[in-house]
């Protein structure tokens, strides 16, 4: 049985990836905040020091959106976002890759975003700790994948999920589907199943690519 560990697995996209590998398997390991706060450097230090057994599998899907525009941006905005969305991730990767490449296997899987492809107003923040996501992404693909160690990422456009629904009325989301070709949020399983199959075994060769799922919009 293949040990996953899923950051983030609490709601949305994070829980439908954390359920998708459990019943395909695997032993999911899913940490609340006050287990792992990647927005705390002794605390992401502390949870890798309390593993016990190997990680096969991670997802770095756990992630901040502080939306402003460039006036109205705050030191702390910068900051806090790109620790928790990138730097935590790397320490992650960087402690795990190790026990993987011993053990000659491994799948890591960073959730990044439509925005670090494309973007827009107020979303500056984000889409640079998700650039440099995708550009980490690559990177530590090529170093990782001769241990068969297969990094990729996974850029989500709009999904429907809870925090969707909270920030948008009805009518606000029914505007946003007739803007992307399929005409409709992802459901946050179609975005598991994507990040379930990079993290598999039946994924022998997609290595260090970063796969958009957005049902066409950035093709716009």
């Not at 954390?18 to 019943?23: C, E, F, N």
């Not at 899907?61 to 928790?84: H, K």
């Not at 975003?113 to 973007?119: Q, R």
């Amino acid at each position: 049985m293949r040990t996953a560990l899923v950051t983030g697995a609490s709601r949305g996209i994070g829980a439908a990836i954390a359920s998708k590998l459990t019943d395909s398997g695997c032993k999911v390991l899913a940490p609340s905040r006050v287990e792992l706060d990647l927005a705390s450097e002794s605390s992401v230090e502390a949870y890798l020091a309390s593993l016990e057994k190997p990680v096969d599998i991670l997802v770095n899907d756990a992630g901040i959106n502080r939306v402003a525009m460039l006036e109205n941006i705050q030191g702390r905005d910068i900051s806090d976002t790109l620790q928790i969305n990138l730097l935590a991730p790397f320490r992650l990767i960087q402690f795990l890759a190790q026990q993987m490449k011993a053990r000659n296997y491994g799948r890591i899987v960073n959730i990044s975003s439509l925005w670090g492809v494309v973007s827009r107003g107020g979303r500056i923040s984000y889409s640079m700790s998700k650039t440099a996501l995708n550009g980490m992404t690559r990177s530590l693909a090529v170093e990782l994948a001769p241990y068969n160690v297969l990094v990729n990422a996974v850029a989500p456009g709009y999904v429907m999920t809870d925090l969707t629904r909270q920030n948008n009325t009805p009518a606000e989301i029914e505007k946003i589907s007739q803007q992307i070709p399929i005409q409709r949020l992802a459901r946050p399983q179609e975005i598991a199943d994507v990040v379930a199959f990079l993290c598999s075994e039946q994924n022998t060769y997609l290595v260090g690519q970063t796969i958009i799922v957005d049902g066409g919009y950035s093709c716009l």
